[in-house]
């Protein structure tokens, strides 16, 4: 069965040809503006790597992206599916690996603890982050 080696954020976060390429990634905190408004936008890159035998091969399996906070608040979840082909040549029996790279613009409504966790089947990863809420104008914003 396929299995997720990892889930993780970055400031920005693209999968080209089957490579992640990860900008300002494994971070554990992030600030987010805030103005008379509200709070402001923070771009966040995910990427996720997920490992298939052999078998699981040229097969899609439905993954589960959702972001939580520390209450428990369900922020958004996305339904995808991830698949990897065996390319030519590759030895009998060896594992593949599909990576996804999502980049959300995500309106957090408050300071805390956030889980964005990724689901694969009764398998799953997440990493944890904080979100520190500053005044527009606050030093490092």
Not at 4 to 29: C, F, K, P, R, S
Not at 75 to 83: D, G, M, T
Request: aromatic share 8%.
């Amino acid at each position: 069965m396929a299995e997720i080696e990892y889930v993780t954020v970055a400031n920005h976060a693209e999968a080209i040809n089957g490579l992640l390429y990860l900008q300002g990634a494994g971070w554990t905190d992030v600030q987010q503006p805030v103005g008379p408004a509200g709070p402001g936008i923070v771009h966040i890159g995910i990427a996720v790597s997920i490992i298939m035998g052999w078998n699981d091969t040229n097969k899609r399996f439905p993954l589960v992206l959702g972001l939580t906070d520390e209450d428990g608040a369900e922020y958004f979840k996305l339904n995808v599916q991830a698949e990897a082909g065996r390319p030519a040549g590759i030895p009998a029996g060896s594992d593949m690996r599909s990576v996804l790279a999502l980049n959300a613009e995500v309106q957090f409504p408050k300071s805390g603890g956030y889980e964005l966790r990724a689901e694969l089947g009764e398998k799953t990863r997440s990493v944890a982050f904080r979100v520190r809420q500053s005044p527009l104008g606050a030093a490092g914003i």
